[in-house]
């Protein structure tokens, strides 16, 4: 796998298909954005949804489907089990916890999952806690969970606008005046505003009164600096085909080993320890097998450099209109609640209608793609995600488009 020097050299001198050449290229975030062989028929700011695979790992998705597709079954009885174990092996060290407590699943989707449903602590009589930034399909799982379970489903919105410690005290404040709260999610980067949450204090306190917390960290993953151990969590779900930049359909479920037996098997018969907690049949072997590749990309550009870029193209637009009499920015200036991602809204358009009409407007009027994000308890909001091939040039362009339709 390229060095990080290598990467710059590799985008300095290979033409096709690049966005940039030696010639061109101004800082050393063109020559890394080079690796990404992206359409520019529209300036992309709508990264959340997945993340695009650098030319490596794309290359080397294609080497592995390749092999399998050639070798067929004899790979898949002889060989796809010790190699799919390297990747487990891998994925945990880059996380900070041991291969045993790891799965890897199909998404943060199918992880949030596996832990929701299979949480099997909850009596007659407990309730159960989600938030309004907590992603659609969590919050239906734990509908389900309620539903299934006979339960009580309290539900909260967050601070808006948030600070640091509003953001504790609004989790506390709902677990002291609810002790029969048993289990609660908790999103570590919300998908609809980009809002980062202070975990690891957060799962202190609910741990403290009994509490056990399920976190989404689908977002956070290869767009924050930070190891598994870092947010103090039993149960936490992520995904590699977002910030990590693994092939779709690739994720992780993360159960603490002390705490397996809280999560019940998903099939008793089959596998054993945190194996048994999910069962798909037959993976798509060369997406799992490129999570490797992926993975050794992020650690050459490094997780704190991607961090520091995807916070600085945010800060670009964020910061210079946070002031701007007729635009509400839903994250803070504070850096420990902010990543790449933001999103905003024009005073007074709170419908999802409202603003799907402004993320049309950016593109039709102005080429710049966004996407609408409903279900923020103060309004629907239009949400903007750099990534790593984005241009300063092109935050500019969102800049003078959002003066203009303000």
Known sequence: MLSRRAILAAAATTSAGMMTTSATAKTEWDTIAAQYDVSRDVIQLENGNFGTMARPVYAAYRAHLERITREGSFYARRQAGPDLMAVRAKTAAVLGVAPDE???????????????????????????????????????????????????????????????????????????ADPAIKLMMLTHVSHRTGLVLPVKEIVAMARA?????????????????????????????????????????????????????????????????????????????????????????????????????????????????????????????????????TSFRLKGKTSVEENRAVAADLLQRFNIFTVERPGVAKGACVRVTPALFTHESEIDALIAALKAIA
Do not use: M
């Not at 596998?271 to 993975?295: M, P, Q, S």
């Not at 490094?302 to 509400?328: I, M, N, S, V």
């Open 102 to 176: 790891i799965l890897l699943t199909r998404g943060a989707t199918e992880a949030l999952q596996v832990l929701i449903a299979g949480y099997d602590r909850l009596k007659a009589g407990d309730a159960v806690l989600i938030a309004d930034l907590d992603y659609d399909e969590t919050q239906a799982a734990f509908q389900d969970l309620v539903k299934r379970r006979g339960v009580r489903l309290v539900s909260i919105a967050l601070p808006e606008p948030a600070t640091y410690q509003g953001l504790i005290d609004a989790y506390e404040k709902t677990l002291k």
């Open 209 to 341: 009164r009994g509490v056990d917390t399920i976190v989404d960290a689908a977002h956070s993953w290869g767009q924050l600096d930070f190891t598994l151990p870092d947010l103090g969590a039993d149960f936490v779900g992520f995904t590699c085909h977002k910030w990590i930049g693994a092939p779709l359909g690739t994720g992780v479920a993360y159960i603490r080993k002390e705490r397996l037996d809280a999560i019940a098997p998903a099939l008793e018969a089959i596998g054993h320890g945190i194996d048994a907690k999910l069962h798909t049949g037959t993976t798509n072997f060369a997406a799992t097998l490129a999570i490797k590749d992926a993975l050794e990309f992020h650690l050459r550009v490094g997780a704190k450099a991607k961090e520091t870029r995807l916070r600085a193209l945010r800060d670009r637009w964020a910061e210079a209109l946070r002031d701007h009499p007729r635009l509400e920015i839903l994250t803070p200036s504070d850096a420990r609640l902010t990543c790449g991602i």
